[in-house]
């Protein structure tokens, strides 16, 4: 069972807006802001979609965007392309235990 | 443009140890940690462990702790992550990343092309 609790699945329809959920506990998303995403797609290595909540990394579409309330972070695609359609995992510091914790992660299918 | 480039597949079989090593290019090795995340066949992504830019500092997944072991060698920009004690829920693809000086930032923007470790008798 991952630290990190996010929806098994979602789908959205080109040129639709999603949004996918990421929950946590006051020792981790909570307290810090230190959450990243990351994009999956089938045998490849992950790549960094959102640092420290909401930064967008060079490179990464403005298609894409992150932000926290509380104890849960989010991570919005809008404009949903074909080639979105991938595993989305999020990321986060967390003070007790295991320092870095992942979510189980989320398969993005673009109708 | 940085590099991180990881060791070849290997087979191990139940209680053997594996090494697997990292060499990174493309950037002042010595200004970066370095991160492990390893992925099973199908499931999601499961941090191991981070080190400090000169090997000086670690930490370790709580339930990974007493088997890995995570080292650097600077004179060749080269990281290893060492695992003892497989078992067959240990075969999974390694990744090795370029992570923050400090452990607590989860920003990995660059990735190793993974590693497939099997553990099969």
């Known amino acids: 069972q991952s630290a990190l609790t996010q929806p098994a699945s979602v789908s959205g329809s080109p040129g639709q807006s999603i949004t996918i959920s990421c929950t946590g506990t006051n020792s981790d998303i909570g307290g810090y802001n230190y959450v990243s995403w990351y994009q999956q797609h089938p045998g490849k290595a992950p790549k960094l979609m959102i640092s420290?909540?909401?930064n967008r990394p060079s490179g990464v579409s403005n298609r894409f965007s992150g932000s926290k309330s509380g104890n849960t972070a989010s991570l919005t695609i809008s404009g949903l392309q074909a080639e979105d359609e991938a595993d989305y995992y999020c990321?986060?510091?967390?003070?007790?235990?295991?320092?870095?914790?992942f979510g189980g992660g989320t398969k993005l299918t673009v109708l | 443009q940085v590099q991180l480039v990881q060791s070849g597949a290997e087979v191990k079989k139940p209680g053997a140890s594996v090494k697997v090593s990292c060499k990174a290019s493309g950037y002042t090795f010595t200004s970066y940690g370095v991160s492990w995340v390893r992925q099973a066949p199908g499931q999601g992504l499961e941090w191991m462990g981070w080190?400090?830019?000169?090997?000086?500092?670690?930490k370790y997944a709580q339930n990974l702790q007493d088997r890995v072991t995570m080292t650097t060698d600077t004179s060749t920009s080269t990281a290893y992550m060492e695992l003892r004690g497989l078992r067959s829920d240990d075969t999974a693809v390694y990744y090795c990343t370029r992570a923050h000086a400090l452990p607590h930032y989860c920003n990995y923007y660059q990735w190793g092309q993974g590693t497939l470790v099997t553990v099969s008798s």
């Open positions: 990321t986060s510091y967390a003070s007790s235990g295991t320092l870095v914790v």
């Open positions: 080190i400090s830019p000169y090997g000086d500092n670690t």
């Open positions: 420290d909540v909401s």
